[in-house]
């Protein structure tokens, strides 16, 4: 698992799994469409990443598809830092 | 556009992925007024069978109460049925003021303001309220209207997990350099029926100087020992910024709802909440009616302290017959089953047992979590709930599932 993959379960696993919850997140674990994060909460991610990598996600690119898993979450941060370089 | 065959067949589609999903909603008929005993024509076409009602929100049961009628009859005499205006317009009537100054003296704040509903009253408060430069901190597990209500507004939206107030206080800190923070919580949560840990979230609310705002739909009229609500309960009276709740539960149960709380947050609500600015408000035949409620319950807690007689009474039988229940205090008790079929099965059985009760699963709690969610009411007598047992408990044998861990459940019927 990359840097960027890393980042982004391990704040999943703080900000929205209950203590006790042990269920491991993977790179392709649904985290959505599986009701680990709801469309309400994951604003809180989208910001997130938003402030570690100083780069703008706009609201039509941070779907509920966009936003399932670690894997498909990377490939929005990666093309928008490229953007941003 | 014309409604044309591709677009019919394009609904058509939808509404059946809706239904494969088992997500199809179908609505019951009941051939009575709403009560402890029902006359529920399901499915549409079946004859009216009586079934105990274990599933309504009239928790005070003064939604058909002779008193209630007697002056919901008498409002109709006197201030007619409709106002066909707005309030602004000509949509307000005497009685509408004398309800928002009871509501506003029952609750114990310094303002009340009516709304067609309390999802009216969500939607429109924080956009009246709450600027780009605020933020709202919503726990998880808040009833849909606050998260339409929230998404209307242009405040960062922010969330916290469910009673958990360490995460709150992170979030608080988070945005401490917002202009205002506004915690926003359900004061009982409608789906586990649990109560608000509201005396916590003040003590943080004051300590990181944010707002607090409750929706204490599921509480007003029976939570606290006069039933002010969660704030009564949690000895934090006069401590709340706004409390939004609703007529259309224990309060008579017929429609309407309110924000009630500071003077200048209710104003600007009166100012800028569309909901209330562009549809007519309560009306007058179910004001005099809620009225006559706030009446009923100022003179008396006899009501409240039958319901908290009977949710301990169910939870007692509940949990002697070997079923896994949601611990709580609130007359909202789940029954926990995790498994979304089972939860139908079991709720379709106990139907044709007599016990109208409703299965809730993925999308309306989480998945692995499904439920049949009862609810109590000062209308049942112990019969109903003796009765109400018998069915739960053969129902539960016949699933094998009295006794039962929630491994054990889930190993037996997956989630």
Same mark, same amino acid.
């Given at each position: 698992?990359?840097?960027?993959?890393?980042?982004?379960?391990?704040?999943?696993?703080?900000?929205?799994?209950?203590?006790?919850?042990?269920?491991?997140?993977?790179?392709?674990?649904?985290?959505? @469409?599986?009701?680990?994060?709801? @469309?309400?909460?994951?604003? @809180?991610?989208?910001?997130?990443?938003?402030?570690?990598?100083?780069?703008?996600?706009?609201?039509?690119?941070?779907?509920?598809?966009?936003?399932?898993?670690?894997?498909?979450? =990377?490939?929005?941060?990666?093309?928008?830092?490229?953007?941003? =370089? | 556009?014309?409604?044309?065959?591709?677009?019919?067949?394009?609904?058509?589609?939808?509404?059946?992925?809706?239904?494969?999903?088992?997500?199809?909603?179908?609505?019951?008929? %009941?051939?009575?007024?709403?009560?402890?005993?029902?006359?529920?024509?399901?499915?549409?076409?079946?004859?009216?069978?009586?079934?105990?009602?274990?599933?309504?929100?009239?928790?005070?049961?003064?939604?058909?109460?002779?008193?209630?009628?007697?002056?919901? *009859?008498?409002?109709?005499?006197?201030?007619?049925?409709?106002?066909?205006?707005?309030?602004?317009?000509?949509?307000?009537?005497?009685?509408?003021?004398?309800?928002?100054?009871?509501?506003?003296?029952?609750?114990?704040?310094?303002?009340?303001?009516?709304?067609?509903?309390?999802?009216?009253?969500?939607?429109?408060?924080?956009?009246?309220?709450?600027?780009?430069?605020? $933020?709202? %901190?919503?726990?998880?597990?808040?009833?849909?209207?606050?998260?339409?209500?929230?998404?209307?507004?242009?405040?960062?939206?922010?969330?916290?997990?469910?009673?958990?107030?360490?995460?709150?206080?992170?979030?608080?800190?988070?945005?401490?350099?917002?202009?205002?923070?506004?915690?926003?919580?359900?004061?009982?949560?409608?789906?586990?029926?649990?109560?608000?840990?509201?005396?916590?979230?003040?003590?943080?609310?004051?300590?990181?100087?944010?707002?607090?705002?409750?929706?204490?739909?599921?509480?007003?009229?029976?939570?606290?020992?006069?039933?002010?609500?969660?704030?009564? *309960?949690?000895?934090?009276?006069?401590?709340?910024?706004?409390?939004?709740?609703?007529?259309?539960?224990?309060?008579?149960?017929?429609?309407?709802?309110?924000?009630?709380?500071?003077?200048?947050?209710?104003?600007?609500?009166?100012?800028?909440?569309?909901?209330?600015?562009?549809?007519?408000?309560?009306?007058?035949?179910?004001?005099?009616?809620?009225?006559?409620?706030?009446?009923?319950?100022?003179?008396?807690?006899?009501?409240?302290?039958?319901?908290?007689?009977?949710?301990?009474?169910?939870?007692?039988?509940?949990?002697?017959?070997?079923?896994?229940?949601?611990?709580?205090?609130?007359?909202? $008790?789940?029954?926990?089953?995790?498994?979304?079929?089972?939860?139908?099965?079991?709720?379709?059985?106990?139907?044709?047992?007599?016990?109208?009760?409703?299965?809730?699963?993925?999308?309306?709690?989480?998945?692995?979590?499904?439920?049949?969610?009862?609810?109590?009411?000062?209308?049942?007598?112990?019969?109903?709930?003796?009765?109400?047992?018998?069915?739960?408990?053969?129902?539960?044998?016949?699933?094998?599932?009295?006794?039962?861990?929630?491994?054990?459940?889930?190993?037996?019927?997956?989630?």
């Amino acid at each position: 698992m990359d840097d960027i993959k890393r980042v982004i379960r391990d704040y999943v696993v703080k900000e929205y799994l209950e203590e006790g919850d042990d269920r491991e997140i993977t790179e392709t674990t649904p985290l959505i @469409s599986g009701g680990i994060v709801d @469309s309400f909460s994951m604003v @809180s991610l989208k910001r997130f990443l938003e402030r570690k990598y100083e780069i703008q996600i706009p609201d039509a690119e941070a779907t509920t598809t966009a936003f399932d898993t670690v894997d498909s979450i =990377a490939v929005v941060v990666g093309r928008f830092q490229k953007a941003r =370089a | 556009m014309a409604y044309s065959a591709t677009v019919r067949e394009s609904y058509q589609s939808e509404l059946a992925g809706i239904r494969e999903a088992g997500l199809f909603k179908e609505e019951r008929y %009941i051939h009575a007024p709403q009560a402890a005993d029902i006359d529920v024509e399901f499915p549409v076409g079946a004859p009216p069978r009586r079934v105990i009602n274990l599933c309504a929100n009239n928790y005070l049961g003064l939604s058909s109460h002779p008193e209630v009628i007697a002056a919901a *009859h008498a409002g109709l005499d006197h201030r007619g049925y409709g106002m066909s205006s707005v309030r602004f317009i000509c949509g307000t009537q005497d009685i509408h003021r004398e309800l928002e100054s009871r509501l506003t003296a029952f609750l114990g704040t310094e303002d009340t303001l009516l709304f067609p509903s309390c999802m009216d009253a969500n939607a429109g408060v924080f956009e009246a309220v709450l600027t780009d430069q605020d $933020v709202m %901190i919503a726990d998880r597990l808040v009833h849909a209207s606050i998260v339409d209500g929230m998404r209307l507004c242009k405040a960062l939206q922010d969330t916290f997990k469910h009673s958990d107030m360490a995460h709150l206080e992170e979030k608080l800190q988070e945005h401490r350099d917002k202009r205002f923070r506004m915690i926003i919580t359900d004061g009982v949560f409608s789906m586990d029926g649990d109560i608000v840990k509201l005396d916590e979230i003040v003590a943080l609310a004051e300590r990181y100087d944010a707002m607090v705002c409750v929706d204490d739909s599921h509480a007003t009229g029976f939570i606290g020992k006069t039933g002010r609500g969660t704030h009564e *309960h949690c000895g934090v009276m006069g401590k709340i910024d706004i409390i939004t709740t609703t007529l259309g539960k224990a309060m008579g149960g017929a429609s309407g709802g309110c924000v009630s709380g500071r003077r200048e947050l209710v104003e600007m609500c009166r100012q800028r909440a569309r909901p209330y600015l562009f549809s007519n408000t309560v009306a007058p035949v179910i004001v005099a009616g809620a009225l006559k409620v706030l009446e009923l319950l100022s003179g008396s807690t006899e009501r409240r302290d039958k319901l908290e007689w009977n949710a301990r009474y169910w939870r007692k039988l509940l949990t002697e017959a070997g079923f896994d229940i949601k611990a709580g205090e609130s007359p909202i $008790v789940p029954v926990m089953l995790y498994n979304a079929k089972l939860a139908q099965d079991v709720a379709r059985d106990l139907f044709a047992e007599g016990i109208y009760v409703v299965g809730f699963f993925f999308p309306v709690v989480a998945k692995g979590q499904a439920r049949i969610r009862t609810q109590l009411s000062a209308a049942h007598e112990k019969h109903h709930l003796d009765r109400g047992i018998e069915a739960f408990t053969k129902v539960g044998k016949k699933y094998g599932i009295l006794g039962k861990t929630k491994q054990e459940v889930i190993e037996q019927y997956g989630l």
